[in-house]
């Protein structure tokens, strides 16, 4: 489990790092996006291992599960040369897993993605790793599809970790337990000891449904944002787990939630 840390949604994103350090010396997930733009300035040297993400997230207007619309977010220019000289003068005493370059704007096929995150260049280290994060194939693409992935996971033999986001896996609970299910019997066939993380869910119910579908790596900002209900971490999209059916499209339960709340 990876707690998380953005500046999209917490503008005092150092200020909450310099908190946690006190109490986190796990895994943490942090973005490429946010080194670039000084977002913190701190050393991140506190985990055990760092996930640093590619940036897509901070460089769109897209949301995760768990987001809280309390501001606008004004994306600033992203580029894969600018990700790229974030990875080539990474110099972190941890461990560091870098995760393939995303942007919203910039689409390819399952296979592109792959070779493209083939090519990344590490630092010169024995404590890095590549993550690939597969990604819908067209900007109008909401989710990504089993059947585009399927025929490109032989190709995936240079990655310690295959990463997909809870929101693209599927439209409702059970779909994505479903497809990540599948990716995990197909993974299995090719590279059985590559764990699936799955973006934008850390929360105290999905995280174990999508565990036991297959998936072994959970990130999101969701440990920032959740409510207390009897007794339960609940944010959203909880809700609709706990009181809607698992195939509830999560259009609707985002719906159901606001009605709730009101």
Known sequence: ????????????????????????????????????????????????VIFLDSGGYEASKESELSETFEQEHIAREWTPELYADVVSGWKSLSPTVFVSFDHPKQRSSIVEQVERAKALVLPASENCAKELLIKPESAEAKRVHLDSIVPAISKMNDFAVIGVTEKEIGHSVLSRMVNVARLRHELDRHHPDVPIHIFGSLDTISTYLYFLAGADIFDGLTWLRYAFADGDTIYRHSFGTMTLPFNTNSDIVEGRSCNKCG
């Open 1 to 48: 489990m990876l707690p998380s840390f953005s500046s999209k949604g917490f503008p005092n994103v150092e200020k909450i790092l310099e908190t946690m350090e006190e109490y986190i010396s796990d895994e943490i997930l942090v973005s490429a996006y946010d080194v670039h733009y000084k977002e913190f300035t701190q050393s991140v040297d506190f985990a055990s």
